[in-house]
């Protein structure tokens, strides 16, 4: 079978999910093709991850208006943007003629609903629900269409849309293989570059590519604190990393701050942690989950966001923080060991893996050559091939993510 797999790079939780999926699907012999829809439309780029970010950050409530606008009517700008792109992606869409589709981000659904009248042969397609929410345009369905949500509990209301009940399957969402393999605490401590206080409680704050005006603030009003460490993590930010170290020296504070830019693995870092202070992006909330750790998300955020946040609160396994709170007071009165067992209850299955085998009964699963022989032949001892190994026709994308180099980890018995 081929894949061709659509993303759209804001942030990095589309393309971490286009990724898991592109490394599962090409390990079961399936011809795997990854493409950012707007990678040579700068402009474009620039309005959904700059523009939007910055609106989503410094004005939420009038982005949580335009969102939950588009919402109601079904309507985003997607549509418009994929004009843009319509005559280059059809090209490669119908050279490489695929027999799936896959989209990590909404965009590529769309495009799919609206010209696959215009591709070489029919297609189908599998869109990936990647926030605790169901996006806007996914009012309507088509024929071929199908979808993966994190949570059964947008089921309802897809099935409302006119989704066919066994063209929506539950699997959470795709993250690198590597999240699923346990470790224990003092072993992930092990192999940092840094040591820690096992004394003190470890705060993990995640500063991302672009940083959180936000974090620094926290990072402020928690460094009184000195039963307190906290890492820092300012990802490729040097700004933000410059401006933690500059207070580090000048306040000298009473909590101990670790500050890091990019880091090997940030999953030997959550399992390292003991709570985790950051913006509730769906692929960091997911991470969070498979790790157990515990989440303070800021509820002052853009409409996806908040969404994520008030979905993981009222599974009691996050706690929403509002600019007014007094941050340590609301650390210590938390009760950690409690919200560890409630993202337990959300832990599933590696997601991959699930989705891999929801297409597979989809489009088929990849042909191997000794099934097309006859039987003449059958007994002739050959060596399992497969009929259409990996094929990388567009690397992988992967030039946002947060790491380096991901190692295997997990926090299975985290505090053992």
Not at 156 to 176: R, V
Request: net charge positive; proline share 5%.
């Amino acid at each position: 079978m081929k894949c061709l797999i659509l993303t759209v790079t804001i942030g990095n939780g589309h393309n971490a999910v286009a990724n898991a999926m592109a490394e599962e699907l090409s390990s079961r012999g399936h011809e795997v093709k990854v493409i950012d829809l707007y990678k040579n439309h700068k402009f474009i780029s620039y309005v959904i991850a700059d523009l939007g970010f910055t609106m989503g950050f410094r004005f939420p409530n009038l982005a949580n208006k335009i969102f939950i606008n588009a919402k109601k009517k079904g309507k985003t700008p997607f549509p418009t943007f994929n004009k843009y792109v319509k005559k280059e992606l059809l090209a490669e869409i119908n050279e490489f003629e695929p027999d799936m589709i896959i989209s990590s981000h909404v965009a590529g659904r769309l495009f799919v609903k609206k010209y696959s009248c215009l591709f070489k042969k029919p297609v189908k397609s599998v869109f990936f629900v990647t926030d605790f929410d169901v996006p806007p345009s996914l009012d309507k369905t088509f024929k071929d269409d199908y979808v993966i949500i994190p949570s059964p509990a947008f089921r309802e209301e897809l099935l409302a849309n006119g989704f066919q009940d066994d063209h929506i399957k539950t699997c959470g969402i795709p993250l690198n293989k590597s999240f699923y393999e346990p470790i224990l605490q003092k072993e992930a401590r092990k192999r940092l570059e840094f040591s820690l206080d096992s004394k003190k409680l470890t705060i993990l704050m995640l500063g991302g590519m672009k940083g959180v005006g936000y974090l620094f603030d926290t990072l402020k009003r928690l460094a009184a604190e000195p039963n307190f460490q906290i890492i820092f993590l300012s990802s490729k930010n040097a700004k933000l990393k410059a401006k933690v170290e500059k207070f580090i020296k000048k306040r000298k504070p009473a909590a101990t701050i670790i500050s890091q830019g990019m880091v090997k693995s940030v999953s030997d870092i959550m399992a390292c942690s003991d709570l985790m202070i950051g913006k509730a992006g769906c692929l960091t909330c997911t991470e969070a989950i498979e790790r157990g750790l515990p989440m303070f998300l800021y509820s002052n955020v853009c409409y996806p966001e908040r969404q994520n946040t008030e979905f993981l609160v009222s599974k009691k396994c996050a706690i929403a923080l509002n600019p007014r709170d007094n941050y340590i007071e609301v650390i210590k009165n938390a009760n950690l060991t409690e919200m560890e067992k409630n993202l337990s209850k959300l832990k599933m299955a590696n997601p991959a893996v699930t989705a891999a085998d929801f297409i597979e009964s989809i489009g088929g699963k990849a042909v191997k050559q000794d099934e097309n022989k006859d039987s003449a032949s059958a007994d002739v001892a050959t060596p399992e091939t497969i009929e259409n190994p990996p094929v990388a026709s567009e690397p992988v994308i992967n030039e946002d993510l947060e790491t380096e180099g991901d190692t295997k980890s997990n926090v299975s018995d985290r505090n053992e």
